[in-house]
């Protein structure tokens, strides 16, 4: 099992080609156990925000021409024949999901309680193998779904590789499209504050090393803006991070990239920030007309974060509404809403 010192929980299994990561820093592991007949890892975590269960496993595909949602509906139907209400099957971010509610639950001495337990059965199967995630909540409500969603939306599928390779990832940030960005294999990624009085901010980092992290919020407007903002942007940032940063650091750059236009300002601060930030980037930028502000946070300046921060700001892209991602991409989704406890 690897921990990442962010939160949340990332595990592979032998011979297959993903580790099954879930970046949401509010799951508090309760149990590892491996099989050691199949050698299977199965993890049961505790959300802390929302008080939903989650249990999640690696593996080998269903036998058969079956996919995995219909094996894993299939059997929850048999065996729970006439205990569930509810049922639903569709596709979230990367998971085929199939749902259903248990209404009620009898104990041994024969007293029903009324639980009406959400449960929501997500897998993806990838070369013979199967990520099979179950979370569940109790007392369910239908204005609780978009915070277990937004759980759902931190599943990922990250092929195994030497960490020098990239994937391409979308992001519903967009009211008409999706942001799409060029991100190492090993980083993590989540949508904050989705739903708020703000532009929801895209959260990028490394996950084997707590190098940084870099944020990137898109807020379209009805007025486009002037060609000069990204350089008034930061002039403005610069403002503000003077009083906190030591003078003699402070540098002024440009960032482009294919469809991104913009300019940034670096310093190091005079005492690092709590998460030990030694060093940090502020820019804007205009992508399609449409404002762009980033973040580069820094904890290591002579490590390769900060190159390959630039390298993802500069892939930014929109891709059109509508369309499915296409090979070798990865849709990221999240819940759409304001989280209770950001």
């Not at 205990?83 to 999901?97: A, D, P, S, V």
């Not at 870099?214 to 903002?229: F, G, K, N, R, T």
């Not at 601060?269 to 946070?297: D, M, S």
Request: charged share 25%; with cysteine; net charge negative.
């Amino acid at each position: 099992m690897l921990r990442p010192k962010s939160g949340g929980i990332r595990f592979g299994a032998e011979g297959a080609p993903f580790w099954l990561d879930i970046a949401d820093p509010y799951l508090i592991i309760d149990r590892e156990h491996t099989y050691a007949r199949k050698g299977e890892v199965y993890v049961t975590a505790t959300h802390s925000a929302t008080g939903a269960i989650l249990t999640t496993t690696i593996e080998h595909a269903p036998a058969g021409n079956q996919g995995c949602s219909e094996h894993y509906s299939a059997r929850i139907a048999g065996n729970m024949a006439g205990l569930i209400q509810q049922t639903r099957r569709r596709t979230f971010g990367e998971l085929e999901l199939f749902e259903y509610t248990v209404p009620e639950f009898t104990d041994p001495q024969g007293t029903t309680y009324r639980i009406d337990q959400r449960h929501f059965i997500g897998c993806a199967e990838r070369g013979g193998y199967v990520a099979y995630v179950h979370l569940s909540k109790m007392h369910f409500s239908a204005e609780q779904e978009p915070f277990l969603e937004f759980i759902l939306s931190s599943v990922h599928l990250i092929p195994r590789e030497d960490g020098s390779g990239t994937s391409k990832r979308l992001f519903p940030v967009l009211g008409d499209g999706y942001i799409g960005l060029i991100v190492p294999e090993t980083w993590r990624t989540a949508v904050i504050g989705a739903g708020g009085t703000t532009a929801p901010a895209i959260d990028l980092w490394p996950y084997d090393r707590e190098d940084g992290h870099l944020y990137i919020s898109v807020a379209p407007s009805a007025i486009p803006p002037p060609e000069d903002m990204p350089a008034r942007a930061v002039a403005e940032i610069e403002k503000e991070l003077r009083p906190k940063v030591v003078e003699e650091s402070i540098e002024r750059g440009r960032l482009d990239g294919p469809e991104i236009h913009g300019a940034y300002v670096s310093a190091t601060y005079q005492k690092p920030l709590k998460e030990h930030c030694r060093r940090v980037v502020e820019g804007a930028a205009l992508l399609a007309g449409i404002p762009v502000r980033f973040t580069v946070r820094i904890k290591d300046p002579a490590s390769q974060f900060a190159t390959q921060a630039f390298d993802v700001i500069k892939s930014i892209h929109v891709v059109e509404r509508g369309r499915k991602a296409g090979p070798g991409e990865q849709l990221h989704y999240t819940g759409r809403c304001k989280l209770p406890w950001s």
